[in-house]
């Protein structure tokens, strides 16, 4: 929406370095998407490595996995000279990597973790043969309980006696997902309960943004530490601190302070200007859904409001109940409403086609596009 967020991440990595120090933490861990694109802009890679400096000099392992996000090729290059400052970086998962990291405290061998990326295709893709969506979705559910069952078993290898800690980057079944997470897997929720997760004595998992825990005290998402859409705006963005107490996994989920407002307002025009007007902090972002009769003039005359009233308005969309969106009465305000998905809905929907499966199928296949287009 053409807003820089450096300031909400610089803020962040403060607060995540002081806490860091003040809680005395051995090993922290990443699990994922640590940038939101693959070609990540100077500042963020200045930040990121900035960060790394810093921490080394306080923790004694960090462990970063890639994200769905995140390119093999960015996060790799300075995989070697991270390692000189404890960094371990895990980007694909595949035979050239080394996933099982064991911690030790002086030469005491403290836990292992089996630092586990997204999981990409190639990499655990198991048939050449599977042809159709689900053919395709099991052979890949397959192939990721494979991985962790075979990363455990390394783990084990090497001990018995301590706790083996997971990581990973996917979406589990019974997770509440927000607006802004892309879907991994093209086609589908993968077959993956936290079942499948019950050897490991904690489980870090990375690409949803609510911080959750997924059917057991032991599996656990972070979430995201801002944040990344205005459904999110209502979520208390969170770190979890997680404590072996003799044998015993402690979980403490810490809040994180929140440094930018983002406020979601309702309403029809009188209502949305009343709210605006009582707005005082006007570092605030803000976006509208209006609902009324009149959403052409209402948009202009909150736009006009806000502006005396120095805010930041990222968005006005009309409310979807109120907007009758099919291909004849097509009456989007502007551009915020629509995501390309929805666009493409809305030109599909022209051809008024019969065969449902090939309709569905042509959405499967925009949805891949976009995909690929985004990594890029
Ligand atoms: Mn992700």
């Known amino acids: ?43 963020a890679l200045e930040i990121y490595y900035n960060f790394l400096t810093k921490i080394s000099s306080i923790c004694k392992n960090i462990i970063i996995t890639a994200g769905n996000h995140d390119s093999v090729a960015t996060l790799k290059a300075p995989k ?6 404890n960094v371990h970086v895990i ?18 061998l403290q836990g292992i973790v089996c630092a586990v990326p997204f999981l990409r295709d190639f990499v655990v893709r198991r048939s050449q043969s599977a042809q159709t969506m689900s053919d395709k979705e ?11 069952k075979s990363v455990y078993e390394k783990a084990k290898e090497i001990s018995k006696d301590v706790p083996i800690i997971a990581t990973g980057h996917l979406t589990t079944l019974g997770s509440k997902t927000s607006e802004s997470e892309r879907e991994i897997y093209i086609g589908g929720t993968l077959d993956l309960d936290s079942q499948f997760f019950k050897d490991f004595d904690y ?16 599996v656990r998402y972070s979430g995201s530490p801002i944040p990344l859409s205005f459904s999110e705006s209502n979520s208390q963005k969170k770190v ?22 983002l406020l979601v307002i309702r309403g029809d025009t009188r209502s949305v200007i009343k709210e605006l007007e009582s707005i005082t902090n006007k570092e605030t972002w803000i976006e509208i ?35 009758l969106f099919t291909a004849n009465t097509f009456n989007a305000i502007s551009l915020d409403e629509l995501n390309p998905l929805e666009v493409f809905k809305q030109r599909v929907e022209l051809e008024a086609l019969e065969d449902e499966e090939l309709a569905k199928d042509l959405l499967v296949k925009f949805k891949e596009i976009v995909s690929e287009v985004e990594d890029r």
Do not use: C
Request: no cysteine.
């Open 80 to 85: 070697q000279l991270l390692r000189a400052l």
């Open 91 to 108: 980007t694909s998962g595949d035979e050239d990597e080394d996933e099982v990291i064991a911690l030790y405290d002086d030469k005491e």
């Open 240 to 261: 979890n601190i997680v404590e072996f107490v003799s044998g015993e996994v402690e979980v403490t989920e810490l809040d994180i302070p929140l440094f930018r407002k």
């Open 1 to 43: 929406m053409g807003k820089s967020r450096l300031d909400e991440h610089e803020a962040f990595l403060k607060w995540l370095l002081q806490t860091i120090e003040q809680e005395s933490i051995d090993t922290l861990i990443v699990a994922g998407d640590i940038f939101d694109t693959a070609t990540p802009p100077n500042y």
């Open 289 to 323: 859904h209006i609902k009324d009769e009149n959403p052409f003039h209402a948009n202009e005359s909150i736009r006009t409001r806000a502006k005396e009233l120095d805010l930041t308005l990222l968005a006005v969309k009309i409310d979807k109940e109120q907007t």
């Open 138 to 148: 099991s052979a890949l559910s397959l192939g990721i309980k494979e991985h962790y």
């Open 203 to 218: 489980v870090a998992l990375g690409h949803l943004h609510i911080n959750q825990r997924v059917g057991s005290e032991r």
